[in-house]
């Protein structure tokens, strides 16, 4: 799960890590099927927490496709509805994996602290973020 | 040609000004902008407010040079086809973005090669002058360090 623009593009980058695995895909914006040709994509709308009625939509959209898939595991880049997808998929047994987008150089996102309650994998790209605690650092998308 | 960006949410027009009236001054006829959502309108360079991911990734690997805002999408895009890319950054203090993460971005990777940083519209204007002497550095391969993508191939495969 990313969301559209950077989000996305960092996902594409982990493909190799889902070799061998029955993969959807779950995104906000049209078009991106051409880049995982053969997968399941899914579209819901974009929402952050400054948009409530959205973000309820969101949620709704992102429930209903979780429970069409039934995930083993979710793996995001963010942002906001990454979040949403880890949170309603821990409830349903999926493992989580949270991977802090590139961008957030200088603290993590909102979306990427609360990921740290959810168990799983928690990873940061900037070793100066990661801490006892805290997300790991295991490398970085570039 | 030249392709702006300014990413898949919000207008940026503060840089799409200086691009604009460099282009008009310049005489630069093959520029194409994506200015994201606005009332302004650029009138001296081609744009859409979006471009679809497949006319995004046909128009960044046919360009000569990205100028971006300084988001990952424009950024990874550019060191996947080795083009080389001038990225300013949004301020939240200007209502361009609702934190600074852009600002830390543009210092972290001001560093590599085929990156250049302007910092404000003012260092715009000079990176815009040199444009033709950017290169590219040798593009990037299409996957994340395999540290990172070990990492989460083992949690994927280690049973709960």
Known sequence: MASGGGHWVQLLRLRPAFEGCDVSYLTTSGGYQRDVVGARVFVVNDASRWNKIGLGVMTMRVAWVLLRERPNVIVTTGAAPGYIALRIGKMMGARTVWIDSIANAEELSMGGRLAGNLGGLWLTQWEHLASEGGPQYAGAVV | ?160
Request: hydrophobic share 45%; glycine share 8%.
């Open chain 2, 1 to 160: 040609m030249i392709f702006v960006t300014v990413g898949t949410q919000l207008a940026f027009d503060r840089m799409i000004r200086v691009v604009d009236a460099w282009a008009g001054a310049s005489g630069r006829a093959d520029v194409f902008a994506q200015i994201g959502p606005g009332a302004w309108r650029p009138s001296h360079i081609e744009w859409s407010e979006f471009v679809t991911p497949g006319e995004f990734d046909r128009r960044s690997r046919e360009s000569d040079v990205i100028i971006g805002h300084a988001g990952m999408g424009a950024i990874l895009t550019a060191m996947q086809y080795g083009k080389p890319i001038v990225i300013m950054p949004r301020r939240a203090a200007l209502r361009e973005q609702r934190n600074d993460h852009q600002v830390a971005t543009a210092r972290r990777f001001s560093h590599r090669q085929g990156i250049t940083v302007a910092m404000d519209e003012h260092e715009l204007v000079d990176r815009l002058d040199q444009l033709d002497s950017l290169v590219g550095a040798d593009a990037i391969s299409d996957r994340a360090s395999d540290q990172l993508i070990n990492a989460i191939r083992e949690f994927i495969h280690d049973s709960p």
